[in-house]
């Protein structure tokens, strides 16, 4: 057989094919071998048993002592109890409720008789599936504009709130957060609502919250009146939240069909439920994602949707994976250092900024092309003789697979019809269970994200050490060095940290430097 003939035997070997979803996956373009195959067939035969374990009910998520229950937000009826059953169905029911309001004007804001715009404050995976989302189900008129906060950077706080404009006072605020504590997320609802007051809007009359119970969130919502509070549950990651409250609400008041993006991830899970390697698409994601990487993340994935408005799939993936496989420790205790480094944008785009590397540099990935068969709803003109320029986009993606692997490196396609609601739940469930599977097949909590909490704690040593620092200038009132500072308020070992913290008050005006900004231990730091 020649090359051609055997990789076309191949690619017929291993295509995956979902009739109702119209969706393939393509893995014949990753080089296992059939030995590799069958070596790994007790882990998949491990992942199954583990599948059926979370999807029950078990304890997924050992450290946390929880249920990870994501799968049950698109197939209630398997929710281990009646109580989380309702929860779910009802939580469903209620967003529609709120945003046929909404939509209708019944809730409206105080001097206006709709609501046009929403701003939706959040961070990491309160603010990724909504954005993804957003981005590539966007119409050119919904019934709501979205924005987003998804940092604490006041520069970036007030260009959202600037192109808001006036229109700030017909603008539904949702705070999303699961926690209800995650800074970012506090300090932009804090600015917001310090803008709407700004413009003598009453803040309560304009926000919604989405947040676990008894969180600081829900509390100050239900104290201070706010429109309604959605609930998060414990049993759901932020990261696989988009199919919860967190991602429907913003997603319905968009005018997207939430029902059809449960629907189509309800579908995924069942055809994810296979108990077949080749009949499982995201079992052949996962087998193939730690044949390419050895089984430890040796190779990153390069995520490269040939469609526009599958732009943020990519950032969306980098924290499903990264921060669900991303572990120093597997669930023995060892440590295993394991994690998948994702990124990417779109393509053809990026074949004009970084394929170059890819297809000659240094060999240490995988690429997965997201296509998308459906052209455009719209009539759009020959380019060139015969050619559209659908044509282009599908023929660059050929291209490029094509030469990626004419030189040795390897790729997975992911096809869908159209960038549909169905077709987008579908995707994310996909996702979803591949990294069960993955995790599975390295022994790791994906569940969890310990080392988030290291730059958390230490950015509070440093703010709790800038408060230090002020209440001895004001008490002083004179001029001081940094390390006159640093003994007086016991902080010696931690002099670098007072001066970037100084140099940035400074350059925000909130104290005064003299001396010679390239050398810091020439400063004197006083108030004024
Ligand atoms: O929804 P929140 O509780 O505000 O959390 C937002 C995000 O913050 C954290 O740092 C976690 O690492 C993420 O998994 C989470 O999605």
Redesign the pocket.
């Known amino acids: 057989m020649d090359l051609a003939t055997e990789l076309w035997q191949r690619y017929q070997d291993w295509l995956y094919y979902h009739a109702e979803l119209g969706l393939y996956v393509d893995i014949s373009r990753m080089r296992f071998t059939p030995d590799f195959v069958s070596a790994m067939e007790p882990k998949l035969k491990q992942a199954f048993a583990d599948m059926k374990a979370l999807e029950s009910g078990a304890i997924a998520n050992p450290d946390e002592q929880r249920m990870v229950g994501h799968y049950w937000l698109r197939a209630p009826e398997l929710a281990p109890t009646v109580d989380l059953r309702q929860d779910i169905v009802t939580t469903v029911d209620r967003i529609e409720a709120f945003v046929r309001d909404v939509h209708t004007g019944a809730v409206h804001p105080p001097n206006a008789a709709k609501f046009t715009n929403i701003l939706s404050i959040?961070?990491?995976?309160?603010?990724?599936g909504p954005q993804f989302v957003a981005q590539c189900l966007a119409t050119a008129e919904p019934p709501l504009q979205i924005s987003f906060i998804d940092n604490t950077d006041p520069d970036g706080i007030d260009l959202v709130l600037a192109q808001l404009g006036d229109r700030l006072a017909t603008t539904l605020a949702i705070v999303?957060?699961?926690?209800?504590?995650?800074p970012?997320?506090a300090n932009g609802a804090k600015e917001v609502q310090y803008a709407y007051e700004q413009a003598g809007l009453d803040f309560s009359k304009y926000a919604v919250a989405v947040?676990?119970k008894d969180?600081s969130l829900e509390k100050l919502a239900k104290q201070s009146g706010w429109l309604d509070v959605f609930p998060?549950w414990d049993w759901v990651?932020?990261?696989t939240?988009e199919l919860s409250a967190?991602g429907l609400l913003p997603a319905a008041l968009q005018g997207v069909d939430i029902r059809a993006m449960l629907q189509g991830a309800k579908i995924m899970d069942a055809a994810t439920r296979v108990e077949n390697l080749k009949q499982n698409p995201a079992a052949l994601l996962a087998i193939a994602w730690y044949f390419s990487g050895n089984g430890k993340g040796e190779k990153d994935m390069v995520v490269l949707p040939y469609k526009d408005r599958l732009l943020l799939f990519s950032r969306y993936l980098q924290?499903l994976i990264m921060?669900s496989l991303g572990k120093e420790k597997d669930l023995a205790g060892n440590t295993v250092y394991q994690g998948i480094a994702v990124y990417g944008n779109k393509g053809s785009t990026d074949q004009h900024a970084y394929v170059q590397q890819l297809r000659e540099g240094v060999a240490n990935f995988f690429a997965t092309f997201i296509e998308v068969l459906h052209d455009s709803d719209k009539p759009h003109p020959e380019v060139e003789v015969g050619i559209t320029s659908g044509d282009y986009l599908s023929g660059l993606l050929q291209g490029t697979r094509q030469a990626l692997y004419e030189n040795g490196r390897d790729s997975i396609t992911v096809t869908i019809p159209t960038v549909s609601a169905l077709n987008v739940g579908a995707l994310i469930a996909l996702y979803e269970r591949t990294v069960s599977f993955y995790a599975s097949f390295v022994n790791v909590n994906a569940y969890h994200?310990p080392g988030?909490?290291a730059g958390?704690k230490a950015a509070a040593k440093v703010l709790a050490l800038q408060t230090r620092l002020m209440e001895l200038l004001k008490a002083e009132g004179g001029k001081l060095s940094l390390e006159q500072i640093a003994e007086k308020i016991a902080a010696t070992s931690e002099i670098e940290v007072l001066y970037r913290i100084v140099r940035h008050l400074h350059a925000n005006q909130r104290l005064h430097l003299e001396g010679e900004l390239s050398k810091p231990a020439s400063l004197l730091v006083s108030l004024n």
Do not use: D, F, N
Request: aromatic share 0%; glycine share 26%; net charge neutral.
């Open positions: 959040g961070i990491g995976g309160s603010a990724l999303i957060s699961k926690s209800g504590g995650t970012e997320a947040t676990g969180s998060m990651g932020g990261r939240s967190v924290q921060e994200q988030v909490e958390k």
